[in-house]
């Protein structure tokens, strides 16, 4: 089934974007009751897919080169150039919004953080714990990218260093190893990936094709060695799941052993990874020049950008999104449970649907 949409981007020039997707991508997403957001690196958006009336609906919402997602109750927080936008769920506002078919979320751009140009990757919020407990209970942390390690956002710093791979000798802003996911388990950080081994500025681009590993955290033993672009490890019961994205496969790692089985192939570049209700929900993106040498692009001709749906009790592809045009990278996927119907404003809402939302609290608050 086709689906058009049109997005503009900050200097307001259209970009014409077509998608279509298999008869059962509404239907998953009604049988799970969730909606699923994507972030667009190469367009600079925040996309919310969802089915409303048994049709699939996709908004999209300008950031500066969206990157990582991270959702709690109430809360997502989008990565940008420089930034961390966080939206709060105003409930009250959705239940006004005038439609025939009724918003049950909406999240307002409220507030942001400036951590300048870190290449934030994928982020979580993290559980404190002992001494370090604040009012709040969580710290938001970030991979990041450009500094080779794990950091949280810190209110008088750029960031506060939490946690980096044993063979990063120190902290600038050199993109050594191309640390680029987290397994969070339990509120705690369990997992990362990175693209090498490497010690050296951007010391992993002659060896991506073979070299990314899987690593520990925070005791930093390397699980597994010898990957192909390795992303967004996760971790469901004992398993965890990671995109082998340099060998074209959603794959599982053995937490003892570090063995690596491949669970089913996927026809993308995969990046961005959400597991919920025995599917996983991988993003998938087309092959940039710079990734010659690895094996998945010797089919560049066959790959395709969108969202792919896999069954994790069958190994089977389910339902997808693809992007048709104006689209071919993803970076992140998330997925909003118990909410089918989302409503986002972002920071450029005037560019995005033309209303911008003032709220104030009542005269008793």
């Keep these: 089934m086709p689906v058009t ?3 503009s981007e900050p200097v307001q020039v259209f970009r014409d974007i077509r998608c279509s997707h298999s008869d059962g991508f509404p239907a998953i997403l009604k049988q799970l009751r969730l909606s699923v957001l994507i972030s667009t690196y190469q367009t600079g958006h925040l996309v919310a897919v969802s089915a409303r009336k048994d049709r699939l609906t996709l908004s999209f919402n300008q950031f500066d080169r969206a990157m990582g997602i991270a959702v709690k109750n109430g809360t997502i927080a989008v990565c940008t150039r420089q930034e961390v936008w966080f939206l709060r769920n105003a409930p009250d506002i959705a239940a006004k919004l005038p439609q025939s078919d009724p918003y049950d979320a909406c999240f307002l751009a409220r507030t942001c953080h400036f951590t300048d140009d870190i290449h ?5 919020w993290i559980e404190e714990s002992g001494s370090a407990r604040s009012a709040h209970g969580s710290e938001f942390w970030i991979v990041n990218t450009r500094f080779s390690c794990l950091s949280a956002l810190h209110p008088h710093y750029s960031f506060a260093l939490r946690w980096r791979p044993p063979f990063i000798s120190t902290l600038r802003p050199e993109d050594r190893c191309h640390l680029n996911g987290l397994a969070v388990v339990n509120g705690q950080p369990r997992y990362v990936t990175a693209l090498a081994e490497t010690d050296t500025p951007s010391g992993w681009r002659p060896v991506k094709h073979n070299a990314g590993c899987l690593i520990e955290v925070p005791g930093g033993r390397l699980l597994k060695r010898g990957l192909s672009l390795p992303h967004s490890p996760r971790v469901q019961g004992n398993q965890i799941y990671f995109l082998h994205s ?8 053995d937490s003892r052993t570090g063995d690596v089985t491949h669970v089913v192939p996927v026809p993308g570049v995969a990046r961005g990874l959400a597991l919920h209700g025995g599917y996983a929900f991988v993003g998938l993106s087309k092959a940039r020049p710079t990734l010659e040498g690895v094996p998945i692009v010797t089919h560049r001709d066959q790959l395709r950008c969108g969202v792919w749906v896999i069954d994790l009790r069958t190994g089977t592809i389910t339902a997808h999104l693809e992007f048709c ?39 008793t608050a």
Excluded: C, M
Aim: net charge negative; glycine share 10%; no cysteine.
């Design 325 to 363: 045009t104006g689209v071919e990278e993803i970076f992140d996927i998330q997925v909003l449970p118990g909410i089918l119907s989302p409503y986002i404003s972002g920071p450029a809402a005037e560019k995005d649907s033309g209303q911008p939302f003032w709220t104030v609290p009542s005269s």
């Design 246 to 253: 340099g060998q074209g496969y959603l794959a599982t790692a």
């Design 120 to 124: 934030a990757h994928e982020a979580a």
């Design 5 to 7: 949409a049109r997005a």
